[in-house]
Structure formats: structure tokens, C-alpha cells
């Protein structure tokens, strides 16, 4: 599927000591008023083997790694402990695969907020980096919406935790 980013791209740069991460195409999906959670979604690239282990955000309770699958023809999520970076590869967080989980939401995310997210990324070697994120939110595109709905019962704002 081919996205057309425009200006809400978020295109991040880490380069410190260790694994170098980049996160582009970064965004949360907007919420309706009392919606309990969401999902960020975005493409990841780790030069190193590596291994996202955690992520933080100040407008979620808790924040999980989350992966889809269909069980018995019904998509499913679920938290994972961590979501592997292969090095060099291209790993896309997206709506119908794996996310990241904001649950626990303290307020309505609306649609141009910016949404600060804290990434973990453990390289082999045990060490540690923190990507510090502002994400934009936007609502679901149309294309994304067809495999939410795909999922029958899967609903991230049904979702309890
Ligand atoms: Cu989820």
C-alpha cells in the first residue's frame, strides 16, 4: 500500500553510540471523545540487529507492543514483549499488523495533536537507546479503515486491558 505523507510525515533521526533507529512516516490515529485507546503506527529501521522493547507516551496510562493475527478467521491483537528490527530492514507498524498500543488515554487525541512517544531499542549486545518521537495524529484513512473492519469483533476502543 502506498501512502501518500505529505506534510504529516514525522521523519526522526537517532544516531547515537549504539543501534542506529530511524522511525519515519510516524503517526497516531486520531480519537473520538472517550475512546479508551489507540495506535501509532510507523516505519522502522535499525542499521544493527535490534529489537524494539518499550514504548512511553505522557497521554496513555500504558503503552504496549501490539501484533495482529487471525485466529479462527477472526484479527486478533495482542502484546507482544518485542518486536524484532532486523538490520537494514524496514519494519512497518501499521493499522491490520503491528502497532503500537496507547491505552488508558488520558484525553481525546485529535486530529493534528502531536503526540509525544518514547521508544526502546535493544541492540544484541543488551544496550540500550531511547528515540524520543513527537508524532502527529490523523484519522484512519479509508484504506486503513477496510482492514479494521475486516476485523469483526477487533476493535482498538472496545478494547480492555
Ligand atoms: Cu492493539
Known sequence: ???ITLTLAALVM????QAQVSVKDAWVRATVAQQQ???AF??????KDAKLVEAKS???GVVEIHEMAMVDQVM???????LDLPAGKAVELKPGGYHVMLLDLKGQ?????VVPLTLVVEGRDGKRQTLELKVPARPLNAAAQKDVSQGGGHGHGAMKH
Open 14 to 17: 537517532a544516531a547515537t553510540a
Open 42 to 47: 510507523m516505519q522502522i529501521v535499525s542499521a
Open 37 to 39: 485507546a489507540t495506535g
Open 58 to 60: 505522557p497521554v496513555a
Open 76 to 82: 486478533k491483537m495482542r502484546a507482544v514483549p518485542s
Open 109 to 113: 487525541v485529535k486530529d493534528g495533536d
Open 1 to 3: 500500500m502506498k501512502r
